[in-house]
Antibody
């Protein structure tokens, strides 16, 4: 069974930084493409980036709203995915989900809440 | 901000058929397959339809998906109270080089 458990969310001031983690189990993590998706309170879903498996180059892609501020990385030895968020803005307030791509986005974690407020 | 447009709400009485649309463009739905996710209140989304019209195991066959041109649809026939949820469409956008979600539709069972 695929299991994704996010952690690291919390309250941070505008301009601050936060790193989220996602512990993965139940599948071969080192070849999996992984993404982060967020959902602002009462809003829809928004993709915030993905990282390919090392065998496919291990590169990451980001949408314009977070490019240059967010960085996705992975530690395959720990089956863990990370999201480093810098220069946070109030509009980054959201539940952040770790998701697995297996040809398509098929599995989601339970999410972790990030609140950016002074 | 969402590239894909969905109606904000849809409703029906038990047993009715409800259809949700997802409108995009040539760079996303026009050339890539669409997935649909059900999100119950307070929970993470769950894959309900993939590759336009395929159902994962465990999803009732009263849920069906279709795609035509730059639009996709999710249909729920024989609506039940447990179908009350938010539904989101998702596809890849070749111009943006990223995933794009729909604006989301809340289904209410009257």
């Amino acid at each position: 069974e695929v299991k994704l458990v996010e952690s690291g969310g919390g309250l941070v001031k505008p301009g601050g930084s936060l790193r989220l983690s996602c512990a993965a189990s139940g599948f071969t993590f080192n070849t999996a493409w992984m993404s982060w998706v967020r959902q602002a309170p009462g809003k829809g879903l928004e993709w915030v980036g993905r990282i390919k498996g090392k065998i496919d180059g291990g590169t990451a892609d980001y949408p314009a709203p977070v490019r240059g501020r967010f960085t996705i990385s992975r530690d395959d030895s720990k089956n863990t995915l990370y999201l480093q968020m810098n220069s946070l803005k109030t509009e980054d307030t959201a539940v952040y989900y770790c998701v697995r791509e297996s040809d398509l986005i098929d599995s989601w974690g339970q999410g972790t809440l990030v609140t950016v407020s002074s | 901000q969402s590239v894909l447009t969905q109606p904000p709400s849809a409703s029906g009485t038990p047993g009715q058929r409800v259809t949700i649309s997802c409108s995009g463009s040539r760079s996303n739905i026009g050339i890539n397959s669409v997935n649909w996710y059900q999100q119950l209140p307070g929970t993470a989304p769950k894959l309900f339809i993939y590759h336009n019209n395929q159902r994962p195991s465990g999803v009732p066959d009263r849920f069906s998906g279709s795609k035509s041109g730059t639009s996709a649809s999710l249909a729920i026939s024989g609506l039940q109270s447990e179908d009350e949820a938010d539904y989101h469409c998702l596809t890849w956008d070749d111009s943006l080089h990223g995933y794009v979600f729909g604006t989301g539709t809340r289904v209410t069972v009257l």
